[in-house]
């Protein structure tokens, strides 16, 4: 819905990436540039090395299942090792900063965003003690899920232990989600591919993840499903809060089914800039924004269910540059919530 976060107004956030090692700047930075009634987050500081990466900071928080990181990647196994401790600390200490830095605001933020990779992308990027992929194994697909659903829950409780009553939204990132659903993702080998995962299979996944947070507290989950049709399909039947597309990407068609959800209460999230690219001026954010919601025939009120975003990516950028990005998407949502107040 709209107000999944507790507002009305057009929000800005960013896709969770950031630049450097200390957690503390980190948080300085992200909470200083994403005041209410934007959509701080917490970040992850891939520059730390693995543990801190996107596929292994997930795995930090599964429930019962051990892991360490190979040649050929992250693996599942029987004993927990040091590089499960190192992921494990890592995201210990990016708590350890929220809470710090929470505790000396004098009004601290009204809502947080996390960000995991989805279970889909989870199991197309570990891999079983014998070297193939989880995504062969529909028991072992389905043992990942849950032990992400439970340990994604305990996350959610964990931050809210030390941010101050912030709503807490998890966002679950998919960017494989097309290829595991096309059956496009290489065996080990990687002389043929591995069979596609059905659908409602996907749309489960989400569903108990979903489930999950919210039980234990989360306000909501958005969904960022990556491009195409068939993972679209998917991903509009989940019962997540929200989508998150990347813009440009968006077909006419897609637009008009999004326009449905939109109408419907669902929340839009707008990948509207390159995280990997020149930050650009103001209007070039917003005027694609209002060019596709005024060619499906939404009224402006509705962008209150809009949040801008970033592409992944910030993580690779100087840190003041990562700020400049943040800065924009800011200043296009104000000029964004013009608009709607104005309509």
Do not use: C
């Amino acid at each position: 819905m709209p107000d999944e976060v507790g507002s009305a107004a057009v929000r800005a956030t960013a896709a969770g990436d950031w630049p450097g090692t200390d957690p503390l700047e980190a948080e300085r930075s992200v909470r200083g540039e994403l005041g209410d009634p934007n959509l701080p987050f917490l970040p992850a500081l891939s520059a730390r090395g693995p543990g801190s990466d996107d596929v292994g900071r997930t795995l930090g928080i599964l429930v019962e299942l051990p892991f360490d990181l190979q040649p050929h990647g992250w693996r599942l196994v029987q004993r927990p090792g040091a590089d499960q401790r190192r992921a494990e600390s890592a995201l210990s200490s990016d708590l350890n900063a929220l809470g710090d830095i929470a505790g000396a605001e004098d009004r601290p933020a009204g809502r947080l965003k996390l960000h995991l990779q989805g279970p889909l992308s989870l199991a197309a990027g570990v891999h079983l003690h014998n070297g193939e992929r989880v995504l062969v194994d529909h028991g072992a697909r389905r043992e990942l899920a849950a032990s992400l659903a439970a340990g994604a829950a305990a996350l959610v409780r964990r931050v809210a232990a030390v941010a101050r009553g912030s709503e807490i939204l998890v966002q679950i990132d998919e960017p494989d989600a097309g290829r595991v659903l096309a059956g496009r993702v290489p065996t080990a080998s990687g002389y043929r591919t591995l069979r596609a995962v059905d659908r409602r299979e996907a749309t489960e996944a989400w569903d108990l993840l979903t489930s999950s947070v919210l039980a234990a507290g989360a306000s909501g989950t958005v969904l960022a499903p990556g491009d195409g049709d068939v993972v679209l399909e998917a991903a509009r039947a989940a019962s997540t809060t929200a989508l998150a597309l990347a813009l440009p990407a968006i077909t006419d068609r897609q637009w008009e089914l999004l326009a449905e959800d939109v109408e419907a209460g669902q929340g839009l999230w707008l990948a509207i800039l390159d995280a990997r690219a020149a930050v650009p001026q103001v209007t070039a954010l917003v005027e694609p924004v209002l060019a596709a919601w005024r060619r499906i025939g939404l009224p402006v009120q509705a962008l209150s269910a809009a949040t801008l975003t970033s592409s992944a990516g910030l993580g690779a950028r100087s840190p003041s540059e990562a700020v400049r990005a943040l800065t924009r998407l800011v200043q296009a949502a104000d000029a964004l919530e013009q608009v709607r107040a104005e309509g």
